[in-house]
């Protein structure tokens, strides 16, 4: 366990819990544990941390909801960093006086502010629904599937800097791809959506058919992180073909590897049964990407990210 770190936030409004059991908090619920977890209360302490982390060359991580994490048996070294103050919850509407923009900060979740959107009348983000997240974490790798991505709703994003500055970006120099931004690492404080006025009945209509939608394709009822692997370029058509259906055409539905398998019901989910461990997830990832390799010479990038010592 690391000890020196200490030194780094003791004189700054923050709580920590070192050897905290992170993964129990992820989706997964499986995987080790985190040698420190630090929850800043204020934006002041959350900018001094991260300066005099790059300055130590500590690494430092920030957990969202942990939606889209697995967590190494052996735990995750450095820092961990979790925004769920009240500081970084916040969502203010018409933020600048300008009508029909949302200010979220990182640590808000995703759901109850598409749900609090669509009440009073505000659309653009209803693409989001049924996709369990933070706000910041969302907008790191522009989460989304079938009916768009958040990224398509976002008028700017306010980042801290390594060297602990507060920068924003208006969405022109911002660049968001398929699961993938350009937003400087390391820290999204807080993110600016543009919305659509519209009926909230007929955008809570909206939102519940997408939620109806995912929840007849996908085990929404299993414990997962959602899609294990990103759905890869076909090199042939030039095309992203779904990563699920290569799965199960490679025959690979119900690939067990002690408590994780690859889902009957959407062959992109590798879901978990109580007593799995992350190395049966990671088991489970590495045959299906090597087996379906095999099958149609596709490779599998994962879409899931995995912590582990030694890696930042
Ligand atoms: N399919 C199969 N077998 C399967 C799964 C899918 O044959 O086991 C077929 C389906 O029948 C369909 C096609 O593959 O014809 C595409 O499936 P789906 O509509 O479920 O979409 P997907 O490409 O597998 C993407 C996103 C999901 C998102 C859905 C719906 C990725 C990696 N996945 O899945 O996002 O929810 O579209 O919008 O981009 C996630 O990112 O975590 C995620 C779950």
Same mark, same amino acid.
């Given at each position: 366990?690391?000890?020196?770190?200490?030194? %780094?936030?003791?004189? %700054? &409004?923050? &709580?920590?819990?070192?050897?905290?059991?992170?993964?129990?908090?992820?989706? @997964?619920?499986?995987?080790?544990?985190?040698?420190?977890?630090?929850? +800043? *209360? !204020?934006?002041?302490?959350?900018?001094?941390?991260?300066?005099?982390?790059?300055?130590?060359?500590?690494? %430092?991580?920030?957990? =969202?909801?942990?939606?889209?994490?697995?967590?190494?048996?052996?735990? !995750?070294?450095?820092?961990?960093?979790?925004?769920?103050?009240?500081?970084?919850?916040?969502?203010?509407?018409?933020?600048?006086?300008?009508?029909?923009?949302?200010?979220?900060?990182?640590?808000?979740?995703?759901?109850?502010?598409?749900?609090?959107?669509?009440?009073?009348?505000?659309?653009?983000? $209803?693409?989001?629904?049924?996709?369990?997240?933070?706000?910041?974490? $969302?907008?790191?790798?522009?989460?989304?599937?079938?009916?768009? *991505?958040?990224?398509?709703?976002?008028?700017?994003?306010?980042?801290?800097?390594?060297?602990?500055?507060?920068? !924003?970006?208006?969405?022109?120099?911002?660049?968001?791809?398929?699961?993938?931004?350009?937003?400087?690492?390391?820290?999204?404080?807080?993110?600016?959506?543009?919305? /659509?006025?519209?009926? +909230?009945? *007929?955008?809570?209509?909206?939102?519940? /058919?997408?939620?109806?939608?995912?929840?007849?394709?996908?085990?929404? =009822?299993?414990?997962?992180?959602?899609?294990?692997?990103?759905?890869?370029?076909? +090199?042939?058509?030039?095309?992203?073909?779904? *990563?699920?259906?290569?799965?199960?055409?490679?025959?690979?539905?119900?690939?067990?590897?002690?408590?994780?398998?690859?889902?009957?019901?959407?062959?992109?989910?590798?879901?978990?049964?109580?007593?799995?461990?992350?190395?049966?997830?990671?088991?489970?990832?590495?045959?299906?990407?090597?087996?379906?390799?095999?099958?149609?010479?596709?490779? %599998?990038?994962?879409?899931?990210? @995995?912590?582990?010592? =030694?890696?930042?």
């Amino acid at each position: 366990m690391l000890t020196g770190p200490a030194s %780094l936030f003791s004189d %700054l &409004d923050v &709580d920590v819990k070192p050897d905290a059991p992170l993964g129990r908090l992820t989706w @997964y619920g499986v995987g080790g544990r985190a040698d420190l977890l630090v929850r +800043p *209360a !204020t934006i002041e302490a959350l900018q001094t941390l991260a300066r005099r982390c790059a300055r130590s060359g500590i690494p %430092l991580r920030i957990f =969202g909801s942990g939606a889209n994490l697995l967590i190494a048996d052996e735990g !995750t070294d450095g820092i961990v960093i979790r925004l769920d103050h009240p500081a970084f919850r916040e969502v203010r509407y018409n933020p600048t006086g300008t009508e029909r923009l949302l200010k979220a900060m990182a640590g808000a979740d995703m759901a109850r502010t598409l749900m609090d959107a669509t009440r009073r009348g505000l659309g653009g983000l $209803a693409q989001m629904a049924g996709i369990p997240a933070t706000i910041g974490g $969302a907008v790191r790798m522009n989460a989304g599937g079938k009916f768009g *991505a958040i990224g398509d709703a976002v008028e700017s994003v306010t980042c801290i800097t390594a060297g602990g500055q507060r920068v !924003t970006y208006p969405a022109g120099e911002l660049r968001f791809e398929y699961r993938r931004t350009n937003i400087p690492d390391p820290i999204i404080l807080s993110t600016t959506f543009r919305l /659509e006025p519209g009926d +909230p009945v *007929a955008l809570r209509r909206r939102v519940k /058919e997408i939620f109806a939608f995912k929840k007849s394709s996908q085990p929404l =009822g299993e414990n997962s992180a959602g899609c294990a692997f990103k759905n890869p370029v076909d +090199p042939v058509t030039e095309q992203r073909v779904s *990563a699920g259906r290569l799965i199960d055409e490679a025959g690979l539905k119900g690939l067990t590897r002690g408590g994780a398998k690859v889902s009957r019901h959407h062959a992109n989910f590798i879901v978990t049964e109580p007593g799995a461990t992350a190395t049966d997830v990671i088991g489970v990832m590495e045959e299906v990407r090597r087996r379906v390799l095999d099958d149609c010479g596709i490779e %599998l990038e994962r879409e899931i990210e @995995y912590w582990r010592r =030694g890696e930042s």
